[in-house]
C-alpha cells in the first residue's frame, strides 16, 4: 500500500510513522500540510505531535491546512484514514469523527504503556485481532480525555463505534485504568462507515521488538490486509 | 557591594590615571554586573570610555555566564582530546564526538538555574529551548534530553512548588518538540531550598559531514537573523545569572524569557533540514541565547578572526520603540544567526519562509576586527572583537572549608549499629526517602519515546538510544553527587564521573566522553572556590581514568540564597557507546531462579563505606563521614560490566549506590516484580552492610549456567565476584535480617513522590 502521512507544523510522530509502515514493507511518504492532492494514495495517517502548537486548541488550526480537504475526499472515497494522537484531535476538529479531546484529569501530561481492549476485531482497522483482545500500546498525551454529548456516545455505543477502550491487563476497565478520564473509557473511535480511525495510543511506538513491544503491527497488518 | 577585584587576582592595567575615565554610578555597575576595576579595565582597553550599548555588550560578555571569568583558568585541567573528539572545549556550541559510520554525537549540558527560582515553568522551559538550541546550532539533529534537577525538600509548599512548576515546564517544552526526554535526577537536600538547580541536557546526532560551525566565516558575508522577533524579554539574563539570589529577585522577572516550543520546533527543522540539503550556501550557524544578539554575532565574528557590523533598526522588533542597547541586549527566545554567502540570501530566506519563519538580513561580516552596531546611520558601538570577548579572568583565594574538612573526619564507626530488628524499617524508610524514590511521577510527564529509538526508558541505570543506521547505540546519564562533593571536592567529583561511568557500563556501554555543568556558589570566597577548583581536578581524574574526554559544559556560578549555598554540585553528563542496542541490559530482575552476583567488594563492609550516605542521612541526619574512591577499581568495574553484556552473561546489572546494596536489590526486585534471597555473612557492621555506598560495585543477575563464566570474567578484569543469593518469590530477604514483601518494598518506593507532589 502507498500511505500519506501528513506532517503539520509541529508534528512529530511522522517519521516514526513513516518507519513502522516502511518496516513492514509499505510504501510511506511523508506530505506536508499545503499538499492538497492526495490521488494516489490508498490510506493516510495523520500522526501525533503539537500541530500549530497547540495555539487555540489542539488540532484547531491544522484543521484549516488544505490537505484537510484532499484527507476528507480520500475517506468519502472509503479510504482508510487513521489519525493517532495529535492526528485523533485533528479529525475531532475538522468533523470526521465526533466528540473532542479534553485535558487528562489529571492535568498532567501521561507518557506511559496502556493496555487497550480491541471491541471488535470484524473491523478493517482490528481485523488482525481477536474481539476482546488487550493490546500494549504507548499512550503520550496532555489532552487526550474523551468527550462527547451523551446521545453521541449513545450512537457510538449503539452502533459498535467505539473501537479500544482503555483496560488493565486482564481487559477489565476501571477508573484506575483509564490514564486521561476519557468518558466510558474511550481509547479509540471510528466514523460511521468504518474507514476513519481516531485513537490516542500510538501503535508507531510499538512496532519494533527492540523498544519492547509489537502489538501497533496488528492495528498496521489489519489496514495493509482490508485495504491494500 | 563593592568588590576589590585586585585583591582576588585581577590582573588590570596600571591605575595611575584612573581618573582619566568618567566617573559611573554603583547602580549602573551593578545593573550590568561590572565591578569598577572592570569598568577601568574596559576604559583601557578602549583608550576612551565606553558608549552605553559597549558598556551593555563588555557586561553581558564579561559576564560569568558568557565570560566563565573563574572556572576558564581551570579548564586546562580537563582531558580534552582524543580520537574520537572532533571539537575543542568551549571552542564551538557543543561538543561533537564520533561514533563510527561516518555519525558523529553532539552534547552539551547547561543550568536555567536563576531564572528557574524566580519562574519555575517559563525558566525550566527555555532551559530546555537553549540547550536543544545549541546541539542544532551544530548542524546535528537532537535525540535525547536529560534533567539534572536539585531542589529543597519536598515537605515544604515552596520547594514543591518549584519542582513541579519545574517538571511541567521541561514536560511542555520538550513534549511539544519531539525530542524524548530520556533521564536525568532528581535530589532533594535542605541546601537547595532558595537555589534550585536545573540542568538541562541534549544529544544529537548528524553525518560528519553535516557539522557545521558557529563562525561568522569571511568578510562579506550576510549575517541573518532567523525564528523570533526581537522583545524586551530577558534584558540582562546572562548577568542576572551571575549574581547571587535575594529577596530582590522577584523583581527581576523581566529577565525571565517566555519560550515557545512550537517556534523552536519550527526552527529546529528549518535548520537541520537547512545544513543536511544546503550545507554549500552557509558559513556558520549560531544559537542566539545568552546576552542574545551580542554574543551570538561577536562570538561568531571571533571564531573567524573577523569584525561584523550590525545594523538594529533591521532587527525585527515584537515591541515598538526598542533602543539598540535593548535589540542588542535581549534575549528573546527561539532565534537563530546564520551566516550565509552572499549570493544565496535570497536562498536561505524562501528556504525559512517553507517553515513560515523570516530571515531578515540584520549585517555583514568586516576584516576590520570591530564589532560595529549601527542605528539608522548613528554608530552605537565600535569595539574591537578580542576586547570584548577577552573576559578578565580570576583565580582568587582557596581554602577548605572548616566545617566540611571537620565532617568529613567523622568516624561512622562511632556510631551505633543498626539493631537488627530495626532493619526492615530502616529499609523502607530509605526506599521512600525522596532522593532514592521512584522517579516515575517525573519522567511520566515527558514524552519518553517519540523518535522509536528509546531501547532503555527512564528509571534505568542509563538510557539507551538506537541510532538508525548506525550498528552501535548510545547510552547517557547524567550524576552529581553535591553531598560528597561538598564533604571532599576532589573525591566527590571523582564519584560523580565514576558512578556515572558505572551507571553507562551497567547497560552495557563503554564511556566515550563527558558533558558537565558546574554548579557553585559564590567563587569569590575562598571555601567556595576550593570547592570548584578541586573538584575539577577531581572530574579530570576521573575522565583521564575512564579515557571520556570532557567535550562541552557550562559553569554556573554564585547560586546561593537567603538561606546559603547550594551544595557544590558538578554534574557530569556520561556518554557511552554500546556494541548493538538489542544487547542493552536493564536493572530489573527478569527470570525466577538466576542467580544473584555482587561485582566488586563483598557483603561485609567497614563503617567508612557509610561516609557520605543517604543512610547517615535519613537515619542519623549526618552528612559526614569519608568519601573514598579507588579509580582503578572503578575502571576495572566498567569494563568487566561491559564485557560481560557484550558476551551476553547477564539478565540484569544494577548500579550500587545511594542507599548502598539493600536498595539496590530492592529497585532490581522491584522492576521485575520479583522476589529476591540474599544469603551472606554482613560483618561487624550491619547498617555498612546493607547501605554503606562504597564505589566499584553492582548487583547483577545471570543464569545458573553462566556463573562460572562470569566468575572467570571477573577475575579476568581483577573484579570481586560474589555469588550472594536467587532471584525468587514475592519477598526480598536479606542476610536474615531483612524480610519485607514486594508489595511493601514497592509502595514505600513508587508512591513516595506521587504522596508528595499530586
Known sequence: MRFAVVAFPGTWSDWDCIHALRDLGQQAERVWHRESDLDGYDGVILPGGFSYGDHLRCGAIARFSPVMQAVSRLAERGRPVFGSCNGFQILCEAGLLPGALLRNHSLQFRCQPQYVRVERADNGFTAACEGGQVLQLPISHGEGAYHAAPDVLRELEETGRILFRYCDETGALSDDANPNGSLHDIAGVLNAQGNVLGMMPHPERASDPLLGGTDGNLLWRSIIERWG | ?758
Open chain 2, 1 to 758: 557591594m563593592a568588590l576589590d577585584h585586585r585583591a582576588l587576582g585581577l590582573i588590570v592595567p596600571d591605575m595611575t590615571d584612573a581618573d582619566r575615565w568618567p566617573q559611573i554610578d554603583d547602580e549602573t555597575l551593578a545593573q550590568i554586573a561590572l565591578s569598577r576595576d572592570e569598568y577601568i579595565r574596559a576604559c583601557e582597553l578602549l583608550d576612551r570610555a565606553p558608549t552605553d550599548v559597549e558598556l551593555g555588550m563588555i557586561g553581558a560578555l564579561w559576564s560569568e555566564h558568557c565570560g566563565y571569568k573563574h572556572t576558564r583558568p581551570l579548564f586546562h585541567h580537563f582531558p580534552t582530546e582524543g580520537e574520537r573528539i572532533l571539537t575543542a572545549l568551549g571552542d564551538e556550541n557543543a561538543g561533537a564526538i564520533d561514533i563510527g559510520g561516518g555519525w558523529v554525537a553532539v552534547m552539551k549540558i547547561e543550568s536555567h538555574n536563576h531564572p528557574s527560582a524566580i519562574e519555575p515553568y517559563e525558566g525550566a522551559a527555555t532551559g530546555v529551548g537553549g540547550i536543544v538550541r545549541d546541539i542544532f546550532a551544530m548542524g546535528a539533529q537532537p535525540v535525547a534530553l536529560l534533567d539534572s534537577l536539585r531542589f529543597g525538600p519536598l515537605d515544604d509548599a515552596r520547594n514543591r512548588r518549584l519542582c513541579v512548576g519545574v517538571v511541567a515546564g521541561i514536560g511542555g517544552y520538550g513534549n511539544c518538540l519531539g525530542i524524548p526526554t530520556v533521564g536525568g535526577e532528581l535530589v532533594v537536600a535542605p541546601e537547595y531550598a532558595g537555589n534550585p538547580l536545573v540542568n538541562a541536557m541534549c544529544l544529537g546526532v548528524a553525518r560528519r559531514e553535516q557539522l557545521i560551525s558557529a563562525t561568522a566565516g569571511p568578510a562579506g558575508s550576510k549575517l541573518m537573523l532567523v525564528g523570533a522577533d526581537t522583545g524586551r524579554d530577558g534584558l540582562h539574563g546572562a548577568t542576572f545569572a551571575s549574581v547571587e539570589l535575594d529577596e530582590s529577585s522577584a523583581e527581576r522577572r523581566p529577565a525571565v524569557q517566555v519560550g515557545n516550543p512550537f517556534l523552536e520546533k519550527l526552527l529546529m527543522d528549518a535548520c537541520v533540514g537547512l545544513v543536511r540539503e544546503h550545507r554549500d550556501w552557509l558559513e556558520g550557524l549560531q544559537d542566539c541565547g545568552a546576552a542574545g544578539l551580542t554574543s551570538s554575532t561577536v562570538e561568531m565574528a571571533e571564531r573567524a578572526s573577523a569584525g561584523i557590523i550590525i545594523h538594529t533598526e533591521r532587527v525585527p522588533r515584537r515591541e515598538r520603540g526598542m533602543t539598540p542597547y535593548e535589540v542588542m541586549l535581549s534575549e528573546s527566545q527561539e532565534r537563530m544567526v546564520v551566516s550565509v554567502k552572499p549570493d544565496h540570501v535570497e536562498d536561505v530566506a524562501a528556504w525559512f519562509a517553507q517553515w513560515e519563519l523570516d530571515a531578515t538580513v540584520i549585517g555583514e561580516v568586516t576584516s576590520d576586527g570591530l564589532a560595529r552596531v549601527m542605528d539608522h546611520d548613528v554608530k552605537v558601538a565600535a569595539a574591537p572583537v578580542r576586547m570584548l570577548t577577552d573576559a578578565p579572568t580570576y583565580e582568587p583565594a582557596s581554602a577548605r572549608d572548616p566545617d566540611a574538612a571537620a565532617r568529613v573526619a567523622f568516624d561512622p564507626a562511632t556510631l551505633p549499629d543498626l539493631a537488627p530488628a530495626a532493619a526492615n524499617a530502616a529499609l523502607l524508610e530509605l526506599l521512600a526517602s525522596p532522593n532514592i524514590a521512584s522517579k516515575r511521577w517525573v519522567w511520566r510527564q515527558y514524552d519518553h519515546q517519540v523518535g522509536t529509538n528509546t531501547v532503555v526508558t527512564p528509571g534505568a541505570d542509563a538510557a539507551v538510544l538506537r541510532i538508525r543506521g548506525v550498528e552501535q547505540a548510545l547510552a547517557v546519564c547524567t550524576d552529581g553527587p553535591g553531598r560528597a562533593v561538598e564533604l571532599d571536592p576532589w573525591a566527590g567529583a571523582v564519584r560523580a564521573v565514576a558512578e556515572a561511568a558505572r551507571n553507562v557500563g551497567c547497560v552495557g556501554a563503554r564511556p566515550i566522553a563527558v558533558t558537565d555543568c558546574l554548579n557553585f556558589a559564590n567563587p569569590e570566597r575562598p571555601a567556595i572556590y576550593h570547592q570548584l577548583r578541586e573538584s575539577i581536578r577531581g572530574m579530570a581524574d576521573a575522565c583521564r581514568a575512564f579515557d571520556a574526554p570532557v567535550v562541552s559544559g557550562n559553569a554556573s556560578l554564585y547560586n546561593e540564597s537567603d538561606d546559603g549555598p547550594v551544595l557544590p554540585t558538578p554534574v557530569v553528563g556520561m556518554l557511552g557507546l554500546l556494541a548493538r542496542p538489542e544487547l542493552a541490559v536493564r536493572s530489573a530482575f527478569r527470570n525466577e531462579g538466576d542467580v544473584v552476583l555482587l561485582l566488586g567488594a563483598g557483603l561485609p563492609q567497614p563503617a567508612s563505606s557509610l561516609g557520605a550516605s543517604e543512610y547517615l542521612a535519613v537515619q542519623h541526619g549526618l552528612s559526614a563521614g569519608p568519601v573514598d574512591v579507588d579509580l582503578e577499581a572503578e575502571r576495572a568495574i566498567v569494563n568487566c560490566l561491559v564485557d560481560a553484556v557484550e558476551t551476553e552473561l547477564l539478565q540484569s546489572a544494577h548500579d550500587c549506590s545511594d542507599g548502598g546494596l539493600a536498595v539496590a536489590l530492592a529497585e532490581s526486585a522491584i522492576g521485575g516484580g520479583v522476589g529476591v534471597h540474599v544469603r551472606g555473612d554482613v560483618g561487624e557492621r550491619l547498617d555498612a552492610a546493607l547501605f554503606g555506598e562504597a564505589g566499584a560495585r553492582a548487583v547483577v543477575s545471570a543464569s545458573r549456567d553462566v556463573v562460572a563464566e562470569l566468575s572467570a570474567l571477573a577475575e579476568k578484569h581483577g573484579v570481586p565476584c560474589t555469588e550472594i543469593g536467587v532471584v525468587g518469590s514475592d519477598r526480598l530477604i536479606i542476610a536474615d535480617v531483612i524480610n519485607v514483601t514486594l508489595a511493601e518494598a514497592s509502595d514505600a518506593w513508587e508512591n513516595t513522590l506521587p504522596k508528595l507532589l499530586d
